[in-house]
């Protein structure tokens, strides 16, 4: 994963969210060294939570903006290039990088990370580190708190952003039952989408996710709740029409065998 192409890709603005989350889907993808981006819209559909004609629609989106350009493969599938200037500033490996009067190379930044000596000068010395902050870092590996959170930790984290504690749980042990464990980034996505479910729906974030669950659902929309809705709306009217409709037929035959005057 190139974090360079993630940063450039949550930096875009396609207008639209779901293009939105494709580009930093793809972007999650890339191969820094290589170019390499070559993800089939399945895995992007599973990154992601969104369906298959959604991520093409997405993508076909982001080919018309001139963020992505789409490579059409055969078995291997397709092959994306991200149109971004995130490695403009990148050096090739097989090339050295020009040295300015002190010894130190330069980039189109004009600075770089790495030193070099210069043809005159002696060898250079690199600065001790402070003795609080090297301290702080001993300290910070000795008790385990630079160690990176697990997949279950980072997926309940982004859960609780919207959920609460409860919910986020009852979430993950649903995905869990219906075979499909959430990921980081999709936990994320979700999250947003219970966040909206007050202004769209009416419902709270953890009241959404109680829908969710008991629809069986995978993930959730609030819109979803909205076309929930208007069809029990429509199939009340229709036993309501259905009714009247027999009332009247009843009434019509009972007065033609005579029974009302």
């Not at 659902?217 to 809705?229: E, K, L, Q, S, V």
């Amino acid at each position: 994963m190139s974090h360079a192409a993630v940063e450039w890709g949550r930096r875009q603005h396609p207008g639209d969210p779901v293009a939105k989350n494709v580009l930093v889907a793809l972007c999650e993808h890339h191969n820094g060294k290589t170019g390499q981006c070559n993800p089939r819209v399945v895995t992007i559909c599973h990154d992601t939570d969104y369906s298959d004609r959604a991520v093409r629609k997405a993508l076909r989106t982001l080919e018309e903006l001139g963020l992505v350009r789409i490579e059409p493969g055969h078995k291997a599938g397709n092959s994306y290039q991200i149109c971004g200037d995130f490695n403009r500033h990148a050096v090739p490996d097989n090339s050295e990088p020009e040295r300015n009067l002190t010894g130190t190379s330069t980039d189109l930044c004009g600075t770089s990370c790495r030193s070099y000596a210069a043809p005159r000068a002696g060898p250079t010395i690199e600065p001790e580190l402070e003795p609080e902050r090297t301290v702080v870092r001993e300290r910070a590996r000795a008790n385990g708190s630079a160690k990176k959170l697990s997949t279950h930790e980072a997926v309940k984290t982004a859960l609780l952003a919207a959920l609460s504690k409860e919910r986020a749980e009852a979430v993950i042990e649903h995905r869990i039952a219906i075979q499909k464990k959430l990921t980081p980034y999709a936990a994320r996505l979700l999250a947003a989408q219970f966040s909206l479910a007050p202004i769209v729906c009416g419902l709270s974030p953890d009241e959404a996710a109680d829908a969710m669950i008991e629809h069986g659902w995978r993930g959730f929309n609030p819109d979803w709740i909205n076309n929930a809705r208007d069809r029990d709306k429509a199939r009340q009217g229709q036993r309501s029409r259905n009714i009247g409709e027999s009332f009247a037929a009843d009434y019509r035959e009972a007065k033609r065998k005579g029974m009302l005057s």
